[in-house]
DNA sequence: CTAGAAACAGTCGGGATTGACCGCTAAGAC
DNA sequence: GTCTTAGCGGTCAATCCCGACTGTTTCTAG
């Protein structure tokens, strides 16, 4: 069957564009919702809504698509981190009581569909180079944008105790370990029993001695 | 073709139970070297050395050798840590040099084959309800009995610190959030920063104040 | 000792997945 | 205006994987 092109007159590069966000933001969905092994590449043309061809000139292997979906994840998942620390960071108070207020809101970017993405990705690329190999780059970049939100989530004043630096690698190296449980728990992570214990460790770190 | 049993005599009990030792050491080997999804029945069955009919006899679907291999990962898991523990607990000295030698002990369990082959399962249970059914009892008891040797690993003297409680609860998430990126960085482990930001933290949060 | 079930061995069909391929349309260079 | 090529649409062959199934041997209860 032959079918004309129903879109509005665009441009090469627009149409490519489109195309590759299309199917890109499909492939995280996938990732999310079927896992990497359920990730394929019909499951994600029906869910981005394209042809085969479609898919597959852009993205000739599978590989390649989901190296690419990585990269696309690095990028949105920094964006909306950043969006999301500007709206609640509006009337965020200072001093001790910011500390709570902080580690609730990093805790939940430990449960959101994109940090599950991720540790799809990171999981398969134990045992696929090419998309490990994408991933080393990407994340270096990335850990370096995180830390820059997060410092800004916790603001100047905390920022400057001495032991700042000390306490956001334990709190962020302790929430993602705390976070990978969930994976077959089901209770809210908000009741986590750990959120306390960073609670009380923040504020020991930095207020007491 | 018609082949006559080349194995002594044995009970049922044994055979079965050889079968599935046999053939579940083969699904923890394929996770960690291919991965869940490489990890397919007949790459099992070709590392187990096993006929087809052999593993289905056993394992008559894919998700429950699965689920099993879990379980036997655990206890597995479990036992080796044990004895290794037992081990390296004889020449250990007490007070504060204790601390370091604990912590690169315990850091070392986190990038063993047995560790990735959990994080495989793990990730793979949150898409697929089965095997995150049969992690969560599995995994309540393996963390009890984790925390049990790890209490012994650290012995009784900085147990009884009022702190211990705290320290090891972060340090045990915080080396598990750290060993994630592995997955893909291919430097070696021992040589990670937070090692001495551990070191650093638990000597502070035991013996300071 | 004998029946029946367990413990295999080996084959096969159905279904899913991947990427090659052929053909067509429209964008953009000249 | 024409010509080249990017951007698709849709089909297909090859492959892989799972689990059903048939047949055979060995254990074990009675």
Redesign the interface.
């Known amino acids: 069957m032959v079918r004309t092109y129903s879109h509005a007159p665009r441009t090469r590069q627009e149409r490519t564009a489109d195309s590759r966000a299309l199917i890109l933001d499909a492939a995280v969905d996938c990732l999310v919702?079927?896992?990497?092994?359920?990730a394929s590449t019909l499951v994600i043309q029906a869910k981005a809504g394209v042809s085969r061809g479609r898919l597959l000139h852009h993205f000739p292997s599978r590989d390649g698509l989901l190296v690419a979906a990585a990269n696309h994840l690095a990028t949105n998942r920094l964006k909306q981190t950043e969006e999301r620390a500007a709206a609640r960071l509006e009337d965020a108070p200072e001093g001790p009581e910011r500390v709570d207020r902080c580690i609730e809101l990093l805790w939940t970017t430990f449960h959101e569909p994109h940090f599950?993405a991720a540790?799809?990705l990171?999981?398969?690329?134990?045992?696929?180079p090419a998309?490990?190999s994408a991933?080393?780059p990407e994340?270096r970049g990335l850990h370096a944008a995180i830390r820059s939100v997060t410092d800004r989530i916790w603001g100047p004043e905390i920022r400057a105790n001495a032991r700042y630096d000390?306490m956001r690698?334990?709190l962020?190296?302790?929430?993602?370990?705390?976070?990978?449980?969930y994976?077959?728990?089901?209770r809210p992570p908000s009741t986590d029993p750990?959120v306390e214990?960073w609670k009380?460790?923040a504020r020991r770190m930095l207020f007491?001695?």
């Not at 990171?122 to 696929?128: C, K, Q």
């Not at 994976?183 to 089901?186: K, L, M, P, Q, R």
């Open positions: 919702e079927h896992g990497y092994s359920g599950w540790m799809e990171w999981t398969a690329a134990r045992t696929n998309l490990a991933l080393r994340e000390e690698k334990l962020f190296t302790s929430m993602r370990g705390a976070a990978m449980p994976t077959f728990e089901d750990h214990l009380a460790t007491d001695e």
